[in-house]
């Protein structure tokens, strides 16, 4: 009766109740379509459920690792590529429970226009795969048989836009042939595919997997989650426009079409049978086959356990290896002790029970294997009985040093060891509190040595039997006993010693191992597998049956009494529980109410912001303001939900919202839109709590913006065109007036009659001459104003005097005095062009600077100079410097240093547009103080720096800068 009390306590401490349908989580590779069809119809037809499930379905997220998600145990299952033979052998704990697709669907695909040939013909070609290099591995492989070497591709990162196939921006693209060829079938777009399984490598995909954990642990669940999922994978594929309706109303969130669905089952259907009439099926020479292919590729070093790795189980655990050797060696020996109750013993009808014995029915049922159990006395015996070759098997412990010729299985079975004292010993929260007290221990217990390693500092007592411990703490001999918890609660109710009591648990375990005799390494095989593949519920099941079995005739009826109080204790304790946890719920609904109101304010502040926000949640949008809808032209907010950042822009801007992304950059930067292509300002920012991590995205479209922009460039052009008119007319001024005095001398000889044939010669000869420059000045103004801007190799001191031969009449006219110090062979590979505009522009501001100050101070100093790769351009003005207030910001839109109506503010923005964006240079501006051989100036300097050609021999070094 105590006893029976005393496990119903136990039962209810330690076990929870479950609802009628375990919770269990799938995480897909990819987004919803056909490719998961299976697990789709599984839950929906009620598979799961039937076998107790209740399984959600998550859906692929951008950057999740699935491998780490279900190693984590975030997610129970798992659907990977064969990638996950890599990650076995890098020693995860992951396990292939089935197939679903015989060979992959991943192939690669050309257009038919392109004249591509397998192998050395799509050397110098364009493939575009995923940067992840496992996931393109038998596309890699494809090649190589085939006497292509992939190096001499260019490989681009893969936009998953199909466009960049049909448009040619690539050659080949990775793709699934249950996708892609349907797009351009139906906008009749002829193409070539190359499929690694014509090739010979017919790889396995979409493997559902699972973390040796959760085998270990679950096993049966795990089983019932594979056979339910087969199940529905198979009503899938016998009932696809059943599937395809189901997905079009509720799994379609890439808005697919049914005959695209369709088209997509068809073809997985074609890959799910592929050489195979079962569904899921995976065998240890396909995957020996497929590591080999990795180990090839330098991605797989150390060999794989196919037996470990591969979960052959719905009721089929063995290899036909073992399978075979279990048929040989049907009855195996084992060594039971006749009195170690409740772990074992041999009862009146020499049956053989306790713990240990219902783990080896167990294995038997697991295995097939049959256990004949014969009585001995010890160890010692077992020994003697093992070297005879009458035992081959034990279970429970060994003393430690005493296993001679006996191998250990693994630990099925531990138990917590634990404190006991008396009635009035504190509970003990760890030893080091303890260690004054006399403490005993069972003597050549695993455990006791366990102890006795960890803490030498520490005198134990060595007691020869739980019992004569027992005996000992109550009679005051010993201040505490430590020994396992199951023994040692079944022994003082035998003994009625009910004045001690558990107080408290050591950080130790004790282990229950199977000992194989080392002439039997196939059997400790079997058996290892056997305990690998007993689930926690068996466990379970194991432990309150001994923990409820009467197999003790002592009864203590004063104990009752005990048990009693302690369920009414535990009564109201529950009652307390339960009034406590209704007035947390009222507390919580409270709270929950004020939450609701404050995410309704706080949607109602975004929504009015005039700029476009997103809130993304692990790379998917969680959230959208109404300002951000109308920029992207969305329908509504459910349009936009779920989806990518990607989703939302050009293919053209992807890279770089992907850099700012992977770096947590909050810097702004344009990107452009995916429906019409509209420029726009983005900048995010990363938020992290405690469980949360989110990215904030602020659009704002530059639309109008740019056309603004636009019309200010016009205006300024004109401002430009109008100073360059000056220029011009400053320019003939010279030729112009000696064309006129020669014409005018050659009238007057003609009217006089004085005319002279060579003197006519010179005269003409002078006249030719300078139409000759206004023709030359007339080209390189043209050539200045052009926008036709092309790049090549030109010599930057060239292009500054052509600058200053444009400008020397108006420099002239102004009483400017010009400095040069100009190195030769200065060759730049940029748009002289763009420099001279860039020149012509900071010139005009300085000469206008000069204007301001009296002429016999007018000074420009231009100064170029290699430094490194470098070229370094320097031109100072002695105006009297640029006011500070607009130094920092001199080169922003609408800052001007002329008068307001003199200039638009947009010159130097321009300039430094030009400079940085165009030529990919450098621009700076600075108050400087300068000399020359009679006297000091005061005045700006503005630096341009520009990359030197790199086909052009690098100076040596020494060059300095005298600036």
Not at 90 to 101: N, S, W
Not at 642 to 657: D, I, M, N, T
Not at 941 to 953: A, L, N, S, Y
Request: net charge negative.
């Amino acid at each position: 009766m105590y006893r029976r009390c005393r496990a119903l306590i136990y039962s209810i401490f330690l076990t929870t109740t479950l609802s009628a349908d375990e919770k269990v989580s799938l995480q897909l590779q990819w987004l919803h379509q056909f490719q998961f069809a299976g697990y789709y119809m599984a839950k929906e037809k009620g598979f799961y459920h039937d076998v107790g499930l209740d399984v959600s379905i998550k859906e692929y997220v951008h950057g999740l690792d699935v491998v780490e998600e279900v190693l984590s145990t975030r997610v129970d299952f798992g659907v990977g590529r064969t990638s996950i033979y890599i990650d076995r052998s890098e020693g995860k704990d992951v396990v292939a429970l089935a197939a679903i697709f015989q060979t992959s669907p991943m192939v690669l695909l050309g257009l038919a226009s392109s004249d591509l040939q397998l192998g050395v013909g799509l050397e110098g070609k364009t493939i575009m795969v995923t940067a992840e290099a496992r996931s393109s591995v038998p596309l890699m492989t494809m090649i190589k048989a085939n006497g292509g070497d992939p190096q001499m591709m260019t490989q681009l990162p893969h936009s998953f836009d199909l466009e960049d196939l049909i448009t040619k921006k690539t050659d080949l693209m990775a793709s699934y042939i249950s996708n892609e060829p349907f797009r351009l079938e139906s906008r009749g777009i002829d193409y070539v595919v190359f499929d690694p399984k014509d090739s010979g490598f017919d790889f396995y995909d979409d493997l559902l997997f699972t973390s040796g954990e959760q085998i270990r642990t679950k096993h049966l669940q795990t089983r019932a989650f594979k056979e339910a999922s087969l199940k529905g994978w198979q009503y899938a594929f016998d009932n696809m426009g059943e599937t395809v309706d189901l997905i079009l109303h509720k799994y379609n969130t890439q808005e697919r079409s049914a005959a695209e669905l369709l088209y997509e089952a068809k073809a997985l259907k074609r890959l799910a049978y592929y050489e195979t009439k079962q569904i899921g099926v995976m065998t240890a020479k396909k995957s020996q086959r497929i590591s080999d292919a990795y180990r090839v590729m330098g991605l797989v070093t150390r060999p794989i356990d196919m037996d470990v790795f591969l979960h052959y189980e719905c009721g089929h655990l063995l290899t036909p290896e073992d399978e075979l050797w279990v048929k040989e060696h049907r009855a195996v020996g084992y060594a039971g002790f006749a009195s170690r109750l409740p772990y074992e013993g041999f009862g009146k009808d020499g049956s053989y029970v306790g713990i240990i014995n219902e783990y080896i029915g167990l294995i038997e049922t697991k295995t097939g294997l049959g256990l004949q159990p014969r009585k001995v006395k010890d160890h010692a015996e077992v020994v003697k009985l093992g070297r005879e070759g009458k035992i081959e098997m034990i279970g429970g412990t060994f003393p430690k040093g005493e296993e001679q010729d006996f191998v250990p299985s693994e630990v099925f079975r531990r138990t917590k060891v634990i404190f006991v004292g008396r009635g009035d010993q504190d509970y003990v929260e760890k030893i080091d509190h303890v260690r004054s007290k006399k403490l005993g221990l069972i003597d050549k217990a695993r455990y006791s040595s366990e102890l006795r390693k960890r803490h030498p500092e520490i005198t134990f007592f060595e007691i020869k039997s739980i019992g004569k411990g027992l005996e000992d703490v109550a009679d005051g001999s010993l201040d505490l006993l430590l020994a396992p918890i199951d023994i040692v609660t079944d022994t003082m109710a035998r003994m009625g010693l009910h004045e001690l009591k558990v107080v408290g648990k050591s950080e130790v375990e004790t282990e229950q191992r199977f000992y194989i005799h080392k002439d039997r390494p196939m059997l400790l095989k079997i058996v290892n597998k056997a305990i690998a593949y007993i689930d926690e519920s068996e466990r379970d099941a194991i432990e309150k049956k001994w923990f409820t079995q009467k197999y003790v005739e002592r009864v203590d009826y004063t104990s009752l009494w005990i048990s009693l109080a302690v369920f009414v204790s535990l009564g109201l304790l529950l009652l307390y529980r339960q009034r406590w946890l209704t007035r947390y719920n009222e507390e919580l609904l409270a709270k929950q109410k004020e939450l609701a109101a404050n995410n309704e304010e706080f949607s109602a502040l975004i929504n009015t912001s005039p700029q476009g926000l997103f809130i993304f949640e692990h790379e998917c949008c969680v959230d959208i303001n109404k300002a951000a809808i109308s920029i992207f032209a969305l329908k509504d907010k459910a349009a936009a939900l779920g989806k990518e950042p990607y989703a939302f822009f050009s293919p053209r801007s992807h890279v770089l919202v992907r850099e700012h992304i992977e770096q947590h950059s909050d810097e702004p930067y344009e990107a452009f839109s995916a429906k019409d292509d509209r420029p726009l300002l983005i900048q995010g920012r990363n938020i992290e709590t405690s469980k949360r991590a989110i990215r904030i995205v602020s659009i704002v479209d530059l639309t109008k913006v740019k056309e603004q922009e636009r019309i200010i460039s016009e205006q300024s052009k004109m401002v430009s065109l109008g100073e360059m008119i000056t220029n011009i007319s400053h320019h003939w001024r010279q030729p112009l007036a000696v064309i006129g005095m020669e014409a005018n001398s050659i009238l007057a000889d003609i009217d006089l009659d004085t005319i002279e044939i060579e003197q006519l010669r010179l005269d003409v000869s002078e006249i030719a001459r300078q139409t000759q420059q206004l023709s030359s000045s007339i080209v390189d103004f043209g050539y200045l104003v052009n926008d036709d801007l092309k790049s090549g190799t030109f010599d930057l001191t060239h292009s500054i005097e052509k600058v200053l031969s444009m400008q020397s009449s108006k420099l002239a006219a102004s009483g400017i005095a010009v400095q040069k110090e100009l190195e030769e062979g200065l060759l730049v590979n940029s748009y002289e062009r763009a420099l001279l505009q860039v020149f012509v522009n900071l010139i005009d501001n300085a000469c206008d600077a000069l204007m301001k100050i009296d002429v016999h101070e007018r000074v420009l100093l231009i100064k170029a100079v290699r430094d490194g790769d470098k070229v370094i351009v320097r031109i100072r003005d002695s105006g009297g410097g640029i006011d500070k207030s607009l130094l920092d910001k001199l080169f922003e839109p609408y800052t001007t240093t002329k008068h307001k109506r003199a200039g638009t503010g947009m010159g130097l923005y321009f300039v430094y547009k030009t400079v940085m964006e165009k030529l990919e240079g450098e621009i700076n501006a600075k108050n400087v103080l300068f000399h020359d051989s009679e006297k000091q100036y005061e005045g700006a300097e503005i630096t341009v720096i520009v990359g030197i050609d790199e086909r052009v021999q690098r100076p040596k070094e020494g060059i300095e800068d005298e600036i």
